[in-house]
T-cell receptor
C-alpha cells in the first residue's frame, strides 16, 4: 500500500504555544488529505478535509482559526494547532487519498502524532 | 441513525476460531467499503476494500458485501492473538468524495 508519513510522532508543548504537524505522501500524489483527532478509547473524529491548492473544509464544531491547515503540494499537508491548551492534547492522524486509476478512494493513514499540552 | 454502525464489542473469540465483524450503513448510494485495523496507540491500517456484492478473500480475511441489505462484514479465519485490535468499517458515500468511519469493534483473540 501507499506510504504516508507524519512528523513529529510526538510532541510536548506548553500551553499557549503553537505546534505544526506535517503529513507527507511518500510514493503517490495525494489530491486529498484528511486530518483526524482521536481521544483515548474513542473513535476517529474527522476534523477537516483539504485539497491541494484550495482551502480546507472543516467539520462542524472544529475551529478553523485554531486548527490551521495548509495543503501546499500534492505530497504535503500541515496542521498547525495555534495557542494550544491542555484540552487539545490528543492523537492527531492524517490520511491521504490519491486519484489514480484503480483507486477506490481508499485512504492511507500516517502513523499519527501524539500531542501533549502542559 | 448513524451513517455507519458497528457493534462496539468487545468481541472475544478463542485462538483458531472465526471472528465475524459486522457493519451497516445508511446511504444506499454508497460505493466503496473498507475495513481498517487499529492497534491500541497506533493509526489505522487498511486491510481490505470491497465494492461489488459478494465475497472478497485475501488470506485469512474475507469481506462480504450485501448492498440490498446495506451490510458489510469482515471474517477473520484462524484468528490469532495478534489480530486483537479495533476494526473500523468505512464507507464511501455516493459521489465518492466523503468517507464515513464507524466507531469500530474491539476484537480480543484469546490464546
Amino acid at each position: 500500500g501507499a506510504v504516508v508519513s507524519q512528523h513529529p510522532s510526538w510532541v510536548i508543548c506548553k500551553s499557549g504555544t503553537s505546534v505544526k504537524i506535517e503529513c507527507r505522501s511518500l510514493d503517490f500524489q495525494a489530491t486529498t488529505m484528511f486530518w483526524y483527532r482521536q481521544f483515548p478509547k474513542q473513535s476517529l473524529m474527522l476534523m477537516a478535509t483539504s485539497n491541494e491548492g484550495s482551502k480546507a473544509t472543516y467539520e462542524q464544531g472544529v475551529e478553523k482559526d485554531k486548527f490551521l491547515i495548509n495543503h501546499a503540494s500534492l505530497t504535503l499537508s500541515t496542521l498547525t494547532v495555534t495557542s494550544a491548551h491542555p484540552e487539545d492534547s490528543s492523537f492527531y492522524i492524517c490520511s491521504a487519498r490519491g486519484s489514480g486509476s484503480g483507486s477506490y478512494n481508499e485512504q492511507f493513514f500516517g502513523p499519527g502524532t501524539r500531542l501533549t499540552v502542559l | 441513525q448513524k451513517e455507519v454502525e458497528q457493534n462496539s464489542g468487545p468481541l472475544s473469540v478463542p485462538e483458531g476460531a472465526i471472528a465475524s465483524l459486522n457493519c451497516t450503513y445508511s446511504d444506499r448510494g454508497s460505493q466503496s467499503f473498507f475495513w481498517y485495523r487499529q492497534y491500541s496507540g497506533k493509526s489505522p491500517e487498511l486491510i481490505m476494500f470491497i465494492y461489488s456484492n459478494g465475497d472478497k478473500e485475501d488470506g485469512r480475511f474475507t469481506a462480504q458485501l450485501n448492498k440490498a441489505s446495506q451490510y458489510v462484514s469482515l471474517l477473520i479465519r484462524d484468528s490469532q492473538p495478534s489480530d486483537s485490535a479495533t476494526y473500523l468499517c468505512a464507507v464511501n458515500k455516493a459521489g465518492g468524495f466523503k468517507t464515513i468511519f464507524g466507531a469500530g469493534t474491539r476484537l480480543f483473540v484469546k490464546a
